[in-house]
């Protein structure tokens, strides 16, 4: 058979999953590279007319800019002192630092550049200090790259770009625009966050190849691309907004900021920058790169770690080494400290004596017994009242004011019964969205939320006359983990019973309806906790009720801040129990005002606070056996950082906490030098490559299990970072929480596979299906190296569901890699044409797939220039290929078995 030919495969997924759209064939990169990436002449070439171009001295065009005491750089650089330091090679790379002393104020500014040998990328940041002995005058616009390029062909500039991530499935979506004359682009991140709208790494194509750059700051950054004329395209890069006076002695830096220069083939480009990535740019535990790894916990059984215990956690490392099923690391994740209010309660941080009466040293002691490390959850930024830092270090926190807090114009009504702020009703009556640990409230947006201990919140109205009324509902989810069950109660009578991402249900749930009232009686809106935890559970309230009369009262435009009730509405709360009684309704007595009384923010520019918490935490990864700590960021930091500046001092709180940050991360590294960081940000919102650096993203996503949009990550993410992590249930329908037996499914496992792979499955129920998983996690071990192969995809980037999506990661010096192909549940049974890149062309290879007879045997030419194509029975389907090179000269036709 010849590989033009199909080739038929069974697999065994018969399993139907539903997911939306989009992404076109524009993003794919086309032609695929032959052999293995090498860097070549052309683009050292380019790197070093670039240098040549931008090497301080005489007529020289140096790459950034800034203004100081209201004169451009451009003319004072020239004038002020300049040193050069060389500072010897090493590790495939060689450092220069350019000095500028401002003779008159003491402003000193360093250029520290710093060139790879090994491949045609440089990089730098500068760093600007007040060795005067008074504050400098205003150093503003502060760009750390500023220069124009220009085209020699007639092809317009085209940016290669992606979307951060926001918790949804087109989290990483690859997209393209061409800038035409005339046009401008911003990228940027989002509320300090700084992949949480756009991606901090893209590519600038032009004439026969382009630029690839990444930006280094965890902060709120900013790029501008702007056309100018006809062939020149100008590039800023810097922090947002930096406009400020250095006290004496205070220091504060810029971006790093980094170039691969390259030509030809971008997917080539981008397959050098992954191989200069995992040399010179990850984190490396004994000077190796991090292994991929399986790891599993019991975050969707007990709600993170809110039920969890010593001897339920134990139990659990237990089932899994008695399943055959080993995880690297077993995942404690939040919710393990001291709180009262459940995981989002942070800034005690001390093991919860209660449920851990011994801390963690029994569990890691039996788990590093039995070869398995333990991985511990940490948000050391956000604090919320209520806890040991709110209470005794207020000096050390920062707190937004007026419209930059992130809940500005929100309001509520909670009750003196409770000391949590739930159960609740609250409305946004601003004007701006509020935003935080992952709740989203529009402007207008009226929300409910259930108490801790099962108790209902309740949007009551009162008909304020007898006859027909006409009810519009609906319920929605407005947090990223909401579970809730809803409910609509005519006095005593149920109308309505819905659920909220609970036994398959959708985000939403709605109801429309006409009933008869008697003047005085009541419609109750009801949410309720559904699963057995109020985490999370912030649940969106639209009701309109028209009248007998023809008005129409609006629930979330009525709201009253001020008086329970109001009008036809009354807000309240009814007791725990299996279905709401109306008989137990009591109102709110206690209104709220949550901005006055919201979360903080460590403020790591603070020394001392920095100091604290480096010994604190330290203390407790000694003390705990914690072998891998893992550092989330639930809250957008923006706002509190523009409220601590004077107008005089803008951007400086900011740059101080981010070079504290990584300075904090620097300092735990140094003292576990065998310990990896993990950096989780509500997913991948702070994945910048100074961060990339230090930290691993183990969850890339809050956008959890859904296979499409999984294999939409895996596509885009790979382009860029060798090493991601997420998690499977290896289930289609799993909810982000939940336990009890779930099907096995290879597609959904797939799916979700990455170099690092989480498990979520309830391991306490025996009859899961554990032969397909055993199977399942041998097939994960065997091709997780290739992960740090070079990357080639197979078809164009899409989250529709009528189509196929490959990719190939290949280890040439090994001479083996693997495939990942999926027949998604509309698609057709006949794959397009994969095309294999990086082989050797005069070799030959033996392919074979996963739970199936099937193989092929094919030169390395034949694969890919001409390639082959699959048929899958089934729809949705896995189907994972592993190769090996078996020859170095083909010996004639080969054949492939069906």
């Known amino acids: 058979m010849r590989l033009a030919r199909q080739t038929r495969l069974s697999v065994r997924t018969p399993y139907t999953l539903t997911a939306s759209t989009l992404m076109g064939a524009l993003v794919f990169l086309g032609p695929l590279a032959l052999g293995q990436p090498r860097p070549t002449p052309d683009e050292f070439a380019a790197r070093e007319r670039w240098l040549a171009e931008h090497r301080p001295g005489k007529g020289s065009r140096l790459p950034f800019s800034f203004r100081y005491g209201g004169q451009p750089s451009d003319d004072l650089l020239p004038r002020w002192n300049l ?35 090994d491949f045609p990328v440089i ?14 005058p205003i150093l503003e616009n502060v760009l750390a790259m500023d220069e124009s390029w220009a085209r020699q062909g007639q092809a317009e500039f085209v940016l290669y770009h992606h979307r951060g991530s926001q918790a949804s499935q087109r989290d990483y979506e690859p997209l393209v625009t061409v800038l035409s004359s005339g046009e401008a682009k911003r990228l940027s991140g989002a509320g300090g966050r700084p992949s949480n709208t756009d991606w901090p790494y893209f590519d600038i194509a032009y004439d026969d190849g382009g630029r690839t750059i990444a930006v280094g700051w965890p902060g709120q950054w900013l790029a501008n691309f702007t056309r100018e004329g006809e062939r020149q395209l100008h590039l800023q890069i810097g922090q947002e907004d930096c406009h400020l006076r250095l006290l004496a002695g205070e220091s504060i830096r810029t971006p790093r900021i980094v170039i691969q220069f390259w030509q030809g083939d971008r997917n ?16 490396k535990l004994g000077g190796q790169l991090p292994p991929p790894q399986f790891v599993a916990s019991s975050s969707r059984a007990y709600e993170e770690m809110i039920h969890a215990n010593e001897e339920n956690q134990i139990m659990h490392i237990r089932r899994y080494l008695e399943e055959g099923l080993k995880p690297d690391y077993w995942w404690m994740d939040a919710g393990w400290y001291i709180q009262e209010q459940g995981w989002p309660q942070v800034g005690t941080w001390e093991v919860d004596p209660r449920r851990f009466p011994r801390g963690f040293k029994p569990i890691s002691d039996f788990a590093h017994a039995h070869g398995v490390k333990i991985l511990v959850w940490f948000e050391p930024e956000r604090v919320m009242p209520g806890t040991w830092l709110y209470q005794n270090h207020p000096e050390w926190l920062l707190s937004p004011s007026g419209r930059n807090h992130a809940l500005a114009g929100m309001r509520a009504w909670r009750s003196r019964s409770f000391t949590t702020p739930d159960p609740n009703v609250s409305c946004n009556l601003g004007d701006q969205v509020c935003r935080v640990a992952g709740i989203e409230w ?29 009810i519009n509902a609906r319920f929605l989810a407005i947090d990223q983990q909401t579970t809730t069950s809803v409910h609509i109660i005519r006095n005593n ?10 036994d398959g249900a959708g985000p939403e749930a709605s109801y429309q309806g006409t009933v008869t009232l008697q003047s005085g009686e009541t419609l109750d809106f009801v949410v309720g906790f559904g699963n057995g935890s109020y985490i999370c559970d912030s649940t969106g309230l639209e009701v309109l009720v028209g009248g007998p009369d023809g008005r129409v009262f609006h629930a979330a435009k009525d709201f009253s801040p001020e008086k329970n009730p109001t009008g036809v509405w009354s807000y309240g709360w009814m007791a725990a129990g299996a279905r709401p009684d109306p008989t137990t309704f009591k109102l709110y007595d206690l209104p709220a005002q949550p901005e006055h009384e919201g979360p903080r923010l460590l403020d790591l520019g603070n020394p001392e606070a920095r100091e604290w918490l480096t010994n604190h935490i330290d203390r407790l990864i000694t003390e705990q056996g914690i072998d891998l700590y893992r550092e989330d960021f639930n809250i957008d930091p923006l706002p509190f950082w523009r409220a601590a500046d004077t107008p005089d001092r803008r951007g400086i709180t900011e740059n101080h906490h981010i070079t504290g940050h990584l300075a904090y991360w620097d300092e735990l590294r140094r ?12 997913g991948g919102r702070r994945n910048d490559l100074e961060t990339m650096r230090r930290a691993v993203p183990l969850w890339r996503s809050d956008y959890a299990y859904e296979p499409i949009g999984h294999q939409g990550m895996t596509y885009a993410l790979s382009f860029w970072l060798p090493y991601h992590g997420t998690g499977t249930v290896a289930y289609t329908g799993a909810p982000y929480y939940g336990s009890g037996p779930t099907p096995v499914q290879p597609y959904a496992f797939w799916s979700n596979a990455a170099p690092s792979l989480g498990c979520g499955i309830d391991i306490r129920v025996k009859e899961l299906d554990y032969e397909t998983l055993r199977r399942l996690y041998r097939q994960f071990r065997e091709i997780s190296p290739c992960y740090y192969g070079d990357y080639y995809p197979l078809t164009p980037y899409s989250l529709e569901k009528n189509v196929w999506i490959a990719w190939q990661f290949d280890l040439p010096e090994e001479g083996r890699g693997m495939i990942q192909a999926f027949r998604r549940d509309e698609a057709p049974e006949h794959s397009p044409l994969f095309r294999l ?3 050797q062309s005069d070799a030959s290879y033996n392919l074979k797939a996963y739970d199936s007879d099937w193989n092929l045997t094919e030169t390395g030419r034949t694969l ?7 048929v899958a029975k089934e729809a949705p389907s896995a189907i994972v290929i592993v190769y090996h090179k078996v020859s170095h000269q083909a010996s004639g036709p080969a054949r492939a078995s069906e």
């Not at 050098?272 to 984190?283: A, D, E, I, N």
Request: hydrophobic letters at 35%.
């Open 671 to 682: 003292r576990h030098p065998t310990m990896l960081i993990d950096s989780c940000a509500s």
């Open 123 to 136: 990089e730098w940041v500068l760093e600007f200090k007040n060795d005067g002995s008074d504050t400098c």
């Open 83 to 117: 040193q050069e330091e060389a500072k010897p090679a090493e590790e495939g790379r060689e450092q220069h630092v350019y000095t500028w002393r401002d003779p008159l104020t003491g402003l000193v500014v360093r250029w520290d550049v710093t060139i790879y040998h």
């Open 493 to 502: 009578e149920s109308l309505f019973e819905g659920k909220i991402r609970l």
């Open 268 to 283: 080539r480009a981008h397959n050098l920058w992954r191989r200069w990535m995992m040399k010179h740019s990850m984190p």
């Open 442 to 470: 529009t402007p207008g947006r009226l929300s409910f939320h259930p108490g801790p201990k099962g108790e209902f919140s309740v949007v009551r109205f009162t008909a304020p006359s007898p006859g027909e009324y006409r």
């Open 837 to 839: 890149g990086g082989l």
């Open 864 to 870: 890919m220039e001409k390639g082959f194509s699959l």
